[in-house]
């Protein structure tokens, strides 16, 4: 790579993180669709497709619903996020199923600026919708730099950005969900173009005498951008 080449990708990439940084993300607004394909990391098969729309702007509280044509988590749910970003309601891996959960304060997915290197560790209070159940969530994030990314939707410049995430839902013999989540946000777009996510958790009760316990893995799943519909779409 040329001095020049180099030259040109710096200041590229302190661009991507400028922009982040320095300006709003695209505000919401109801009728805006983002329609995702879905992956199996494990064999690279596509598993179907989720639409993320955006449903009302309450303030700082956005609700979508989110409609899945893939085994798993269902035909529709509802999400509500902050206007950045980060989770009010959402679902989380529990022991390779997602579960819904309501969190305060909201679950950290992104700590503005994302400037290079920068990270962030915080524990968020969580409580099941369905059964009340609650639980005290871990997320350690990480700015691992910026990326040029094309995916079925189009080509972005973006912000890698890595949680490792603690679910503390310890059940009997199963040990709390180990969840790794790396997203491609694009400033542009004010949400992530790329996503993969996956997950283990030990079960000692399982583990072979004198043998070594081997995690249970969950699903690997990694999302990429097809359609942007509304105010937002790349022109």
């Known amino acids: 790579m040329t ?5 040109a990708a710096a200041i590229a990439a302190a661009a991507v993180l400028y922009a982040a940084g320095a300006f709003a993300a695209p505000s919401p607004a109801p009728g805006d669709a983002y329609v ?9 098969e596509v598993r179907g497709q989720i639409e993320y729309r955006v449903d009302r702007v309450d303030g700082e509280r956005v609700t979508v619903v989110v409609t899945t044509r893939v085994p798993a988590p269902g035909n529709a749910y509802t ?3 902050t206007r950045d970003g980060n989770w009010l309601r959402h679902p989380v891996v529990n022991h390779d199923q997602p579960v819904e959960y ?3 304060p909201a679950y950290p ?3 503005f600026p994302l400037h290079p290197r920068k990270s962030w560790s915080t524990r968020v209070n969580a409580v099941q919708t369905a059964t009340g159940r609650r639980a005290s969530v871990r997320v350690d994030g990480d700015v691992l730099g910026t990326e040029r990314v094309s995916v079925p939707g189009g080509t972005f410049d973006t912000i890698k950005v890595r949680r490792r995430v603690y679910a503390g839902d310890w059940d009997g013999f199963r040990l709390e969900t180990n969840i790794v989540e790396t997203e491609w946000y694009a400033p542009q777009l004010g949400r992530a173009v790329k996503s993969e996510s996956t997950s283990n958790y030990m079960q000692p009760d399982r583990c ?5 316990c081997t995690p249970v893995l969950g699903d690997w799943n990694v999302l990429e ?5 509304g105010a937002n779409a790349p022109q």
């Open 3 to 7: 001095l020049t080449t180099r030259l």
């Open 36 to 44: 995702y394909r879905v992956i199996n990391g494990y064999n690279k």
């Open 79 to 81: 999400e509500v996020v």
């Open 102 to 104: 309501e969190f305060a």
């Open 109 to 111: 997915a992104y700590a």
């Open 208 to 212: 072979v005498e004198y043998h070594a």
């Open 225 to 229: 951008l097809v359609e942007v519909r």
